[in-house]
């Protein structure tokens, strides 16, 4: 028994010491592009903030936190944290629950029908600086469809020549282009769950509501609220359908934070600027990220 | 797709389950429908809310498409984002797979908790943060406006990204056939390139569709880094919008270029697909 072992036991060893060199091999290079590309940058995003950088001029000199200031005492980096925040507490919210909700009638859906599922999981896939685009021509007044039809319902919304029309516009385009993606983590989930679970809860009840609300939302939860994190992160990075579709405007009353800070980094070249206001963005996001984390984890611990 | 419940279904839930999906899917297609009608209209009527069916409310005309696909910017827009994204996926396939498959396989000091959390922060950060540094970057190597600047930064932010998902493929290979290759004296290179590959093919076609998909959709790294020679899609139509935003035809023409060939990648990957996008956080 003793030999029996033995022979298949160094035989291991010598593999191992043949995968040892295998294994580092196959992880350099990959760990040292990642070392050598986001390390690198974040740090000199960091450094950036500290020094007055306007492309052209080159670096200035030090200054300090003056950079940080400037920034927060600028009512455009304040408003756009506020509109962006508004932002993903409407859209993120409706899009766990419609995501859900159609899963859950896709997962009642006989196999045969399935065609629903690449349907309602096609605009995950679109362009978002498309989708905004193509959504001037369906929100402005004259012919767009939106105004059309809310026109003939007696609606004549300004969708293009206001802050409230425009943000809605791209909310509803947001609302459109992300749903699928809870959608489609929300059906994986409910295929997942074994038959005998559903079998189990309709010998005491038939009622489809009551099966929903007590069998499949609670065992989708943890991992919905995984989707409800990556989407809470995802949305506070907003960025391409509200710039096609308004560019910000009228004034900056649509910039989210994304383009505010697009444009004082790429069209003013303020580097300095630009990159503390990325740093002070992140420590906002971080902590509302955190705080979502921590009252999700306590939610189904 | 679980019988079970539409057996047990009264005829109710039955019509209701119909009804919002029928609904659902008209909310989905009227973006694309109203594009590809638009697409085919002439400009006076776009502006004819009665023309709705072509041939009787309207004569359809291929003038836009003809205008587009004859344009050398649009041409050279497309050809931009078809070789920055398969050049991109080809690097984040070639450099991922093997440290992926590593670190399925292998015991590492840095755990794969410690992977996901650096994942995570990445996510979080705005890539906005990072757009001064790379820049200079790119300034400094000479490939501001170049296809493999784009290359180089797509392949930073999807690498990650990459290996969190390949890494979870490789992990479903079960030990058994591992443990047969091994007794069969397979050594950890053919163990890799003739066990783990072939069996892990689906799932790397997705990964590779998903990036493909985000590297073709990003918007804000091509327009800042590349806005003329190597500019993408993306970046030809933010620069349209400023012309042409209200010639309603033409918008139509450039968004279904710009959408259609990742949406219709993504019809033939269904499996996996839902744990590709949640960074392999779902299992199915």
Redesign the interface.
């Known amino acids: 028994m003793h030999r029996l072992q033995l022979s298949?036991m160094r035989?291991?060893r010598r593999?191992y010491s043949?995968?040892n060199v295998?294994?580092?091999?196959?992880?350099l290079?990959?760990?040292l592009?990642?070392i050598a590309?986001?390390i690198?940058?974040?740090l000199?995003?960091i450094n950036?903030t500290f020094v007055n950088?306007v492309?052209g001029r080159g670096i200035t000199g030090y200054v300090g936190f003056d950079n940080y200031i400037r920034v927060l005492r600028s009512g455009a980096f304040w408003y756009s944290l506020f509109i962006t925040s508004i932002y993903v507490s409407i859209v993120v919210p409706l899009e766990l629950v419609l995501g859900f909700?159609?899963a859950w009638?896709?997962?009642?859906?006989?196999?045969e029908h399935?065609f629903?599922?690449?349907?309602?999981?096609?605009?995950?896939?679109?362009?978002?600086?498309?989708?905004g685009?193509?959504g001037?021509?369906?929100f402005?007044s004259?012919?767009g469809?939106f105004a059309?039809v809310f026109g003939y319902l007696g609606l004549h919304i300004p969708w293009m020549s206001t802050a409230y029309g425009g943000l809605a516009a791209a909310m509803i385009l947001d609302v459109?282009r992300w749903t699928?993606?809870v959608f489609?983590?929300s059906?994986?989930?409910?295929?997942?769950i074994p038959?005998e679970m559903?079998?189990a809860a309709?010998l005491e009840t038939?009622n489809?509501r009551q099966?929903m609300a007590y069998i499949a939302l609670p065992l989708s939860w943890p991992?919905l609220s995984?989707?409800l994190l990556?989407r809470l992160?995802?949305a506070?990075?907003t960025?391409?359908i509200p710039?096609?579709l308004t560019?910000g405007g009228p004034g900056i009353s649509t910039q989210l934070?994304?383009i505010l800070?697009?444009y004082t980094?790429?069209q003013f070249y303020d580097?300095g600027n630009?990159?503390a206001m990325?740093?002070l963005?992140?420590l906002f996001?971080?902590v509302a990220?955190a705080f979502f984390y921590n009252t999700l984890r306590k939610g189904f611990e | 797709m679980k019988r079970v419940l539409w057996l047990a279904a009264s005829w109710r839930v039955r019509a209701m389950t119909y009804i919002v999906l029928i609904i659902a899917s008209i909310w989905v297609l009227i973006p694309f429908v109203w594009a590809m009608q638009n697409s085919i209209k002439s400009l006076t009527d776009t502006f004819n809310p009665s023309a709705i069916i072509p041939f009787v409310n309207y004569q359809p005309t291929l003038t836009s498409w003809i205008k587009v696909l004859g344009d050398e910017g649009s041409i050279h827009a497309l050809l931009s984002s078809i070789i920055v994204s398969s050049g991109t996926t080809a690097l984040v396939l070639l450099l991922g797979t093997p440290a992926a498959y590593s670190l399925a396989r292998f015991n590492f000091p840095i755990g794969s908790k410690e992977l996901n959390f650096w994942f995570f922060s990445q996510r979080v950060m705005p890539p906005v943060v990072v757009l001064a540094p790379f820049f200079i970057l790119l300034v400094q190597l000479k490939l501001v406006d170049t296809w493999i600047g784009l290359i180089l930064i797509y392949t930073t932010f999807n690498l990650t990204f990459g290996i969190v998902i390949m890494r979870d493929v490789f992990r479903d290979i079960s030990r058994d056939i591992i443990d047969a290759a091994k007794v069969d004296g397979a050594n950890a290179w053919q163990i890799f390139w003739l066990i783990g590959i072939p069996l892990s093919l689906d799932g790397l076609i997705v990964t590779g569709i998903i990036v493909f998909s985000f590297c073709w959709n990003e918007a804000l790294f091509a327009a800042a880094l590349a806005p003329q020679h190597a500019a993408t899609l993306a970046t030809f139509i933010l620069a349209s919008r400023g012309t042409q935003g209200v010639n309603f035809s033409i918008a139509a023409v450039n968004t279904l270029i710009a959408i259609m060939p990742p949406v219709l990648m993504s019809l033939f990957v269904h499996r996996y697909l839902a744990r590709g996008l949640t960074f392999g956080a779902v299992r199915a």
């Open positions: 298949p035989r291991r593999l043949n995968s295998l294994k580092y091999v196959f992880i290079p990959a760990a592009w990642i590309f986001t690198f940058p974040f000199s995003a950036y950088y492309l909700l159609l009638f896709v997962t009642l859906c006989p196999r399935n629903f599922r690449p349907i309602l999981t096609a605009p995950l896939f679109t362009m978002e600086v498309a989708i685009y193509l001037i021509t369906l402005t004259e012919g469809l059309e459109w699928p993606f489609l983590i059906l994986a989930v409910l295929t997942a038959d559903y079998e309709l038939s489809y099966l991992v995984v989707a990556l992160i995802e506070f990075k960025f391409g710039l096609a560019g934070f994304s800070n697009y980094t790429i580097f630009g990159s990325g740093i963005y992140l996001v971080s990220v």
